[in-house]
């Protein structure tokens, strides 16, 4: 089983320096992949706002500043870019990354970045539905003229498509029927956010049943697409910055041993959320991953 790290979002404000030592040291470490969300402002009662750093800005950087790892968004949110221009973007990374990006996709949920930013909030799904058609033809090569309901482009072509000619994995992080009925017949992989299970490795069977019926649904093995799960774990509860009531806290080895349970339910990779997010955390999740690859 390959294992992550997601990168700081909205925990509190963190500059470029210190998340790419971070990036580097989680490299360095031996984890398989890194991992970036993508959102624009938060919100919450009576606080004061906080906005992340763009999303592909910061996969283009972590391209060139590493070697080996994957990256990814978890996940890009296509309302917040016009599909080809998204499509443009990811084969630009893929190729800065000599080919090491997974294209994680979703509708997006958070209203405040919305209407912030100016982005219609209606019919996320059906947007999406368009969005991902768009994205999925123009990095699989073809020249697309599409008219619908809420994009519209006339012979758009991404051109170059980097290092693998536009095969750039495609994983969508949504667990709603219409979200996967739209997806599974083409991704390569899906991703479940741990409080879908309350962040317990023991929760997630039902809901790997839901995901293998929905492939069979649309006619794919679900062996053929690879499942992921975000665990939150918990070094501090003094500086808890996660909304989870159910962080992961415990020794090396009984957070190793979530991991083992994760992969002995068949899940492909793990992504680590680390509370705090910091590169002592990053130390001490490197423990971890040595604890269970043992």
């Not at 990814?72 to 190729?95: C, G, N, R």
Request: charged share 25%; proline share 6%.
């Amino acid at each position: 089983m390959k294992v992550g790290v997601q990168l700081p979002e909205w925990e509190r404000p963190v500059r470029w320096t210190e998340v790419a030592d971070m990036a580097v040291r989680i490299e360095a470490l031996g984890f398989d992949s890194i991992w970036v969300g993508d959102h624009l402002l938060y919100r919450e009662h009576g606080e004061q706002p906080i906005g992340p750093w763009e999303c592909w800005s910061q996969l283009a950087a972590l391209a060139a500043i590493t070697e080996r790892v994957t990256i990814a968004p978890l996940v890009a949110a296509t309302s917040f870019h016009a599909p080809a221009m998204l499509a443009k973007k990811a084969a630009t990374v893929d190729e800065i990354s000599n080919g090491r990006l997974i294209l994680g996709l979703g509708a997006g949920w958070n209203r405040t970045e919305y209407t912030a930013f100016g982005f219609p909030y209606d019919h996320r799904v059906s947007r999406f539905e368009e969005a991902f058609t768009l994205i999925r033809r123009l990095l699989a090569g073809e020249e697309v003229t599409f008219r619908g309901e809420y994009y519209s482009v006339e012979d758009s072509v991404v051109h170059p498509l980097g290092p693998r000619d536009g095969a750039i994995p495609l994983l969508v992080g949504s667990n709603g029927p219409r979200m996967l009925e739209i997806t599974l017949p083409h991704v390569n992989a899906w991703n479940t956010w741990f409080s879908s299970f309350d962040n317990r490795a023991a929760n997630l069977p039902p809901l790997l049943e839901r995901i293998d019926a929905a492939c069979e649904a649309v006619g794919r093995n679900p062996a053929d697409v690879e499942k992921s799960a975000a665990l939150m774990l918990q070094f501090s509860r003094d500086l808890r910055l996660d909304r989870s009531d159910n962080p992961l806290r415990g020794s090396v080895d009984e957070l190793a041993a979530e991991l083992h349970a994760c992969q002995e339910l068949g899940i492909d990779e793990v992504q680590l959320v680390l509370d705090p997010i910091t590169i002592d955390s990053v130390e001490r999740a490197g423990e971890v991953l040595r604890a269970f690859r043992g």
